[in-house]
């Protein structure tokens, strides 16, 4: 755009002065005006020691033998050096697998088939339960209290709870055992992989009452939504105190609100699948990890 200003005040003075004026480099300029025509690239000349047709079909042959052809192309070089053949570079064997569409991975790899997410499906209340535990600040830094709570995942009624001092496997045993005597024996039962949930007393209980004992992937977080979405919504509740006076205050505070929070919980974004209650109830499903 500047060109047509140069050439307009150089028609009452000079270039050099207009140029001068508008801050126009006059080399700029002459070459604005007289482009350099852009340049063809020729044809790359061939290197004097490049291979021939015949001699690269042998490197090819070579290394697509029954020998090489499951060995990367460092191998096949490194093994005919040692046996005192040069054929040509490795870089020189790249560029002629890659002209034959021969480049890429050439060693043997193990393949696996596509995993499908294990699932516990609940058509009815009563056939699966979720249970899990959590923490609720005590009266002082480093005192704690353990929330355990079975759910039934179809319902999200809270099937049993209760609040002790320490996380142990002989309580949480005690607590399903009263629970499937009260509701019922589920078909399954799926929690994470705390040390209460596959602890002994816990996995003989299930053995003995034939209930199917399922357990969250290894390195899986959203694997026990139900339970996870019940303690948020349960501790993110305006009700929910800051920290609890002593146990028994906690126990008081579980009968009072806190079942009643938790059964409205619905679980997080992350839970695979996502399925809402509706006046036709639908299947629910919870993410299953391995059974044992």
């Not at 061939?46 to 001699?55: F, Q, T």
């Not at 050439?106 to 699932?119: G, N």
């Not at 309580?171 to 596959?198: C, F, N, Y």
């Not at 009700?239 to 009072?256: H, I, M, Q, T, Y």
């Amino acid at each position: 755009m500047i060109n047509p200003l140069v050439e307009e005040l150089a028609s009452h003075t000079n270039v050099k002065t207009a140029c001068d004026l508008l801050g126009r480099p006059r080399g700029s300029h002459y070459r604005a005006k007289a482009p350099k025509p852009a340049r063809q690239p020729g044809p790359r000349p061939a290197p004097p020691n490049a291979l021939s047709d015949d001699e690269r079909a042998q490197v090819l042959g070579v290394l697509t033998s029954d020998r090489f052809v499951d060995k990367s192309v460092a191998q096949a070089w490194a093994t005919l050096l040692d046996e005192g053949t040069y054929l040509c570079s490795m870089a020189t064997m790249h560029r002629i697998l890659r002209a034959h569409g021969a480049a890429g991975e050439r060693r043997a790899q193990a393949t696996h088939p596509a995993r499908t997410k294990p699932e516990l499906v609940a058509t009815k209340p009563g056939q699966v339960w979720s249970w899990d535990i959590t923490k609720l600040r005590g009266p002082e830094r480093g005192v704690y209290y353990d929330l355990y709570v079975v759910l039934d995942i179809f319902s999200r009624f809270v099937v049993a709870w209760t609040i002790a001092a320490c996380e142990d496997s002989q309580i949480a045993k005690t607590m399903l055992e009263q629970a499937m005597g009260v509701h019922g024996i589920p078909e399954a039962i799926h929690a994470d992989r705390g040390t209460s949930m596959t602890s002994k007393p816990v996995a003989q209980l299930m053995v003995d009452l034939g209930v199917a004992r399922s357990h969250s992937r290894p390195h899986v977080s959203n694997d026990n939504p139900y339970s996870e979405a019940a303690f948020k919504t349960l501790k993110y509740a305006p009700v929910f105190p800051e920290r609890f006076g002593s146990l028994a205050d906690a126990r008081a505070f579980g009968g009072s609100s806190a079942t009643t929070t938790m059964s409205t919980a619905t679980p997080g974004s992350g839970c695979t699948p996502r399925r809402q209650c509706t006046s036709a109830p639908r299947p629910r499903s919870a993410p299953n990890g391995s059974r044992p």
